[in-house]
């Protein structure tokens, strides 16, 4: 059971708008940034959004991502084929102190 | 260009011993907290450990503490973690992970290609 909660699974068709929760509590998103990572088959995890809404050099601006209170949220808009795989959230908690992931979400583009 | 390279990995009984270790290069190493990150097969990723630049700060989740320790070596660019008292859950894929940060907002950066652990009898 993981810390941070989201969908196992997203899907859409080419050129839709997909978005993908992660929900969290007061010690960890609710008082911390939130990184996600995108992880295409095979490959280990990269990095595809950091501090909750800022995009590494490289990542389309098609990659967007938000947070309210508790929850926080990557959307990713003109849906490509390539955009096939897990993408997971992660978050400092203070009372673990730790790092904590979601469990992950398969994104599927039909 | 930043390179983690992940090694020491394998099949060990349950109960057993392993040490990874993690070679580190294009960076410099001594200024960054680096952490193990762990994936089961086919399942997602979980945090294990994390070490400060100078080994001030140690942190391990519960899964592992009194079990795993993790230790570097500035001089030798490299990162390791001691498992003892290993158990088939322990099974999975290790990931080494640089950590950066920006006005104390942190994330993982670099990720290695990670090393196997399979504990099974």
């Known amino acids: 059971q993981s810390v941070l909660t989201q969908p196992p699974s997203a899907s859409g068709t080419p050129g839709q708008r997909v978005t993908i929760s992660c929900s969290g509590s007061s010690s960890n998103i609710g008082s911390n940034v939130v990184n996600w990572y995108q992880q295409l088959p095979g490959t280990a995890p990269k990095l595809l959004m950091y501090t909750t809404d800022q995009r590494p050099s490289g990542v389309p601006d098609r990659f967007s991502g938000s947070k309210s209170g508790t929850s926080a949220s990557l959307a990713i808009s003109g849906l490509q084929s390539e955009d096939e795989g897990d993408y997971y959230c992660?978050?400092?908690?203070?009372?673990?102190?730790?790092?904590?992931f979601g469990g992950g979400t398969k994104l599927a583009v039909l | 260009e930043v390179q983690l390279v992940e090694s020491g990995g394998g099949l060990v009984k349950p109960g057993g011993s392993l040490r990874l270790s993690c070679a580190a290069s294009?960076?410099?190493?001594?200024?960054?907290?680096i952490n193990w990150v762990r994936q089961a097969p086919g399942k997602g990723l979980e945090w294990v450990s994390s070490i400060s630049s100078y080994s001030a700060y140690i942190y391990y989740a519960d899964s592992v503490k009194g079990r795993f320790t993790i230790s570097r070596d500035n001089a030798k660019d490299s990162l390791y973690l001691q498992m003892n008292s290993l158990r088939a859950e322990d099974t999975a894929l290790y990931y080494c992970?640089?950590?950066?940060?920006?006005?104390?907002?942190?994330?993982?950066?670099?990720w290695g290609q990670g090393t196997l652990v399979t504990v099974s009898s």
């Open positions: 992660v978050s400092w908690d203070d009372s673990l102190n730790g790092w904590v």
């Open positions: 992970v640089r950590l950066v940060g920006v006005d104390q907002k942190y994330y993982f950066d670099h």
């Open positions: 294009g960076f410099t190493f001594s200024s960054y907290s």
